[in-house]
């Protein structure tokens, strides 16, 4: 509906580390007062920004060192644009334009102020993507009572009554089931999770019925409310070679890949 019944295409992470394996990076956390708002008028008690607040530090190390908002020992790397990035006069150029029109100027969005104009906070370390595979799994390879399943796709959630126990997969074209001992952690995405859980049964039991999808649990707000950000892109020609544009042809690719 918000988008007057268009498709759109929406790029998903099929790979170890999920869609922040592929994604530009941009590390935001969301405005506090949409944390509160969720809070205070829908419910969602425990997700206020000052429940979420400490969860956000203990992800990151932020570039610029812990302080009152940001983490500096965590296993996420975030950081700016530094001084030598090839595009770092745009980067200066679009902000001094945005506080020439009016409008303020923010050190750290992800910090006390989030309106303004500012550089982009990155999930990048030493110049490398530091993606959730590289941030957490990594580091966690060797465990013994960890097994990771490549190429596999889950299908289903397993219940016993009201207990998830399980879950469906494929692999290989092939059926297999993994069975928890404790728990079951669904993690696959804004787009894989709502989906993994009408599957399963679990959404409004309307439009559960309607598709021929067993009702195990009745919860309206499955599959709704999704708020995404849209981008349009514009384009410009530099007058100076200061863009990213000569590096994405196969010789540029090649050379950073070098790099």
């Known amino acids: 509906p918000g988008i007057a019944g268009r498709a759109m295409q929406c790029p998903r992470g099929k790979v170890l580390g999920g869609s922040s394996s592929i994604n530009g990076m941009v590390w935001v956390r969301g405005h506090p007062l949409d944390f509160d708002h969720w809070e205070g008028d ?6 206020g920004y000052r429940h979420c607040l400490p969860y956000f530090q203990r992800a990151e190390t932020w570039v610029g060192g812990a302080n009152e908002w940001r983490g500096g020992n965590g296993p996420v790397g975030v950081s700016t644009s530094n001084k030598d990035h090839p595009c770092r ?6 902000v001094k334009a945005g506080q020439e029109a009016g409008y303020p100027y923010t050190e750290d969005y992800n910090a006390y102020q989030q309106e303004g104009f500012g550089r982009f906070n990155m999930s990048i370390k030493d110049g490398w993507r530091w993606s959730t595979a590289t941030a957490y799994l990594r580091s966690a390879r060797s465990r013994k009572n960890l097994k990771v399943v490549c190429s596999a796709m889950a299908t289903r959630i397993l219940f016993e009554g009201t207990r998830a126990v399980g879950v469906e997969y494929e692999v290989a074209g092939q059926r297999a089931v993994a069975h928890a001992s404790r728990d079951v952690m ?47 892109l514009l384009q410009y020609r530099c007058t100076q070679p200061v863009s990213l544009y000569p590096h994405i042809g196969y010789l540029g690719k090649l050379w950073i890949g070098i790099q």
């Open 186 to 232: 669904l993690s696959a995405g804004a787009i894989g999770s709502p989906h993994l859980l009408q599957v399963s049964g679990v959404g409004d039991a309307e439009h559960l019925q309607s598709i021929g999808v067993p009702v195990q649990h009745h919860l309206p707000g499955v599959g709704r409310n999704l708020q995404d950000h849209l981008e349009c």
């Open 89 to 94: 006069p745009l980067y200066e150029a679009f």
């Open 42 to 47: 829908h419910g969602a008690q425990g997700w």
